[in-house]
């Protein structure tokens, strides 16, 4: 999300670096203000663009009460097969054992 603070019509969504598709985790705008404030934006810049980006369906969002939770559409994200999901499990668990070997072999070491 890149916000323009003096103009906060002037924004663009930016798949690679929108905190949504980060975290992958519902956010409220304080959540997301607080993670741009080093860009300088503002949390009422931030709600508006966020209330935008809802607007025009690039966005989720969720009312409870008087708090808006904005969530990542999960349809942005690529959804694994079967293959790939067991290729990842079975790399995961190489990846397991020799980080085992490793703790083995430092204890040996250090003793």
Do not use: C, W
Not at 19 to 37: E, F, H, K, T, Y
Not at 61 to 87: M, P
Not at 90 to 105: M, P
């Amino acid at each position: 999300l890149r916000v323009d603070p003096d103009n906060v019509g002037d924004f663009q969504f930016d798949d690679d670096r929108h905190i949504l598709l980060q975290q992958n985790r519902p956010l409220n705008s304080q959540n997301v203000a607080d993670a741009l404030q080093k860009h300088g934006l503002k949390k009422t810049a931030v709600q508006k663009a966020l209330d935008s980006l809802a607007d025009s369906g690039q966005i989720s969002f969720k009312e409870y009460g008087k708090q808006k939770i904005y969530l990542a559409r999960q349809d942005r994200f690529d959804i694994l097969n079967n293959e790939e999901l067991d290729r990842m499990k079975k790399e995961n668990g190489k990846l397991q054992e020799e980080l085992e070997q490793q703790k083995k072999a430092e204890t040996e070491i250090e003793a």
